[in-house]
C-alpha cells in the first residue's frame, strides 16, 4: 500500500477554518484519497474521498494538488465536535485490496473554545 | 436504518483462553470488516468477510478466525489469547468490496478487549 504522511497534531480555534495536510508521493493513479475521523469513545467515520477534482460535502472540503501526491483537508469552520483524529487513507480501487483500510497514525486536531 | 454494532462492549480475558466478538452489519451490508486498534495506534486490518467467505487477510495470526452469517452478521475469534491482543476490536460493514471506484465502511464502537 502507498504510504501517507500526516502532521502527528493540529490546533485550531472553534469556528476558524482548518487545514490538514497528508502528503503521499507514492500514490498510483488508481489510488483514491479517503478522509476517515475518529472521536473519542468512536469508531471511525468516513469524511470524504476524491480521486483527482476538488470534493465538497456537507461535512468538509478535500483539496488535491494537481500532482496528486498530497491533498489537504479543510474544515470551513471547526466546531468542539470535529475534535477528533484524522486519518489520511489511499484506497487502490483496482486492486486487490479487498476493501481493505490501511490506517497510518492519523492527525490529532485539538480545537479551542 | 440500523447501524453497525458490537457486542460485548468491553470483556476482560487472561492468557491463553479464548474469546468471540460479535457484529452486526448495517441493513443492506453485505461486507464485514474487523479491524485490531491497539492503544495510541491507528486502526489495522485484520480481515473482511463477503457473503460468508473470508475475502482478504491482513497481517495477523492463523488464532484470529472468523465466521459471517447468512444475515450478514459476524464473529471474530481469537484462541490462545496474548497481552498483546489487548485492543480495540473494531467491525466495519460496507457493500460489495468489488465495486471497483469506492465503497465506504460504517463502523461500530468496537470491543475493548483487556488480556491480562
Known amino acids: 500500500d502507498a504510504k501517507t504522511t500526516q502532521p502527528n497534531s493540529m490546533e485550531s480555534n472553534e469556528e476558524e477554518p482548518v487545514h490538514l495536510p497528508c502528503n503521499h508521493s507514492t500514490i498510483s493513479g488508481t489510488d483514491y484519497i479517503h478522509w476517515y475521523r475518529q472521536l473519542p469513545s468512536q469508531g471511525p467515520e468516513y469524511v470524504i474521498h476524491?480521486?483527482?477534482s476538488n470534493v465538497n460535502n456537507r461535512m468538509a472540503s478535500l483539496a488535491i494538488a494537481e500532482d496528486r501526491k498530497s491533498s489537504t483537508l479543510i474544515l470551513h469552520r471547526a466546531t468542539l465536535r470535529d475534535a477528533a483524529v484524522y486519518y489520511c487513507i489511499l484506497h487502490n480501487a483496482g486492486g486487490t485490496s479487498y476493501g481493505k483500510l490501511t490506517f497510518g497514525q492519523g492527525t490529532i486536531l485539538t480545537v479551542h473554545p | 436504518e440500523t447501524g453497525v454494532t458490537q457486542s460485548p462492549t468491553h470483556l476482560i480475558k487472561t492468557r491463553g483462553q479464548q474469546v468471540t466478538l460479535r457484529c452486526s452489519s448495517q441493513s443492506g451490508h453485505n461486507t464485514v470488516s474487523w479491524y485490531q486498534q491497539a492503544l495510541g495506534q491507528g486502526p489495522q486490518f485484520i480481515f473482511q468477510?463477503?457473503?460468508?467467505?473470508?475475502?482478504g487477510r491482513g497481517n495477523f495470526p492463523p488464532r484470529f478466525s472468523g465466521l459471517q452469517f447468512p444475515n450478514y452478521s459476524s464473529e471474530l475469534n481469537v484462541n490462545a489469547l496474548e497481552l498483546d491482543d489487548s485492543a480495540l476490536y473494531l467491525c466495519?460493514?460496507?457493500?460489495?468490496?468489488?465495486?471497483?471506484?469506492?465503497?465506504?465502511?460504517?463502523f461500530g464502537p468496537g470491543t475493548r478487549l483487556t488480556v491480562l
Open positions: 476524491g480521486l483527482t
Open positions: 466495519a460493514s460496507s457493500l460489495d468490496p468489488g465495486q471497483g471506484w469506492y465503497n465506504e465502511q460504517f
Open positions: 468477510y463477503y457473503r460468508e467467505e473470508e475475502n
